[in-house]
């Protein structure tokens, strides 16, 4: 189906973020559906946040840490 395969490059796109607006509104597509359709899909949305959380929270941990490296230090780590 179209809809897995566009899941698919959402998810490998990259953009945490941006893939969970989009892939909340393609597996919206399949309803509710059973209890454990709606299982998988529940924990498709939670991999997808803690991933986007995830992100984030590295990004600011490398700023912080390029804040307070001194300049000369990091060139001679190298």
């Given at each position: ?70 300049r ?7």
């Open positions: 189906m179209q809809v897995f395969d566009d899941i698919e490059a959402l998810l490998d796109a990259g953009e945490a973020s941006t893939a969970l607006k989009e892939v909340l509104a393609l597996v919206h597509q399949f309803g509710r559906g059973s209890s454990v359709l709606a299982g998988a899909i529940d924990d498709l949305i939670i991999d997808l946040s803690t991933l986007s959380l995830a992100r984030m929270l590295a990004r600011k941990r490398l700023l912080k840490i390029k804040l307070l490296a001194p000369q230090s990091v060139g001679a780590a190298s």
